[in-house]
């Protein structure tokens, strides 16, 4: 247990620092759920279940992941005694005679039932892309509560076979010998926690930029015997001195070979994840630099004698510097009017967005001191790196036209942001040509 809160506090500690690699989500499950075990002259089979559960994966790369939480499950088996079969054990009767229980059973059924909250340590791994396939493997701690055991029988009936007087009484229900019909009755189940060898695989769907949904399928098998209670000369029911009527189901668990945990069926999970901030790719734009060469050396050989001694003229304050002119409001709109490439994967300046580009170039060379920046942008379609690349490609290509209607190198800044910012969502045809686009922005 110092493991299971040792492995999850640090886990947490971890995603706390790092939020773009969390993932918390929400899973239901259902399938076959139960106890595996053999009991003697019955068959045993499991029960439909199903659980809930919270969880968090803290991920470690683009392919592996720690996956925990907590969890909650309902679980059920059957077991089915063969009709005709006499079970027997020793007893003591009230008057401290020992004599031979016999048990025999027209139809009987037995169910444990028992819920369990659990916490799962698995490693995961998955593919990359908006449809990846997953694989989860490691294990679970249960711990079970609130067990049952439910027998029903259409007839029980309970004989007592006395070895020293060799007598077998068959109807005394006042001591507790004979027969019950319709009999039912349920009693408490002990367990013991239990740890699963567990795995879980599927397909995951990207549904949003912070949603995916999991789909696949799960086992988990428990490694060790989950009862408390067991006596392989247990009776099925309890005998009872003062009456037929007061004997109460045992249960062929205690009695039966280990009962292992085993469940399995399908999932659904859906996960959510935090938004990843757009993270700009600048470009640095070449700039040619001249060196001025240095003067050379002279020689004076003598120096001219000091001029005569300039009148005393009285020093008139320089006047200001006339006011630079400032960029009007008009002008700055259509400096921001953004140059559209509605053509997939087109990097060149288009034909008709030319003219627009003439103006922006007339209203920069009116303000010499203005420096702009210029981001590329991308629709969805393609990976973020081609994305990234084409943005680029998009921004140097308007301040390169820039540059050839005489806007200074110096002026221009040149970046993009692949498709992390759509004007409009990503849904048609016409809106993603309105997403491919460069932005000029005076700074």
Known sequence: MKLVRTITTLTLL?????????EFGVELNGGLQGMQHSPKNASNKLQPGGGIGL??????????????GITAGSYLSKSTLNNGTVLTSNEVDEEGSAFEYRIKANNYEEKQSFLAAGIPI????????????????????????????KGSADQLALTGYYPDFNVEFTDLPQHGFGTINNWKNDAKLDLKPTATISAATGVSFM???????????????????????????????????????KAEVKGMLPASSNAHLLAYGVQVRLGFTKKKAAQPVYVDVP????ETPKPKDTVVATAPPPPPPAPVVEEKPAPAPAPKPTITATEEEVVKQPVTFYTLGKTSVPEGMKSHLDSVANILQQYP???????????????EKENEKIGTQRALAVAEYLKSKGVAADRIETSTVGEAQ??????????????????????
């Not at 700039?287 to 001249?290: D, E, F, L, N, S």
Request: glycine share 10%.
């Open 14 to 22: 971890a995603g706390i620092t790092n939020a773009n690699a969390q």
């Open 55 to 68: 969880n968090y994966t803290f991920h470690f790369g683009k392919r592996w992941g720690l996956f925990t």
């Open 122 to 149: 698995m490693a995961q791994y998955h593919t990359t892309g908006k449809t990846q396939w997953y694989l989860n493997a490691g294990t679970k701690i249960l711990f079970p509560f609130n067990g049952k055991t």
């Open 207 to 245: 549904l949003s930029e912070t949603m995916r949904l999991y789909t696949g399928v799960y086992f988990d098998y428990g490694v060790n015997d989950m009862r408390k209670n067991k006596d392989e000369g247990a009776s099925l029911v309890t005998y009872s001195s003062t009456g037929v009527e």
């Open 287 to 290: 700039v040619a630099i001249i």
């Open 369 to 383: 001191d203005l420096k702009v920046s210029i981001v590329g942008h991308t629709c969805d379609i393609g990976s």
């Open 422 to 443: 759509p004007i409009v969502p990503n849904d048609s045809k016409r809106h993603r040509g309105e997403n491919r686009r460069v932005t000029i922005t005076v700074q």
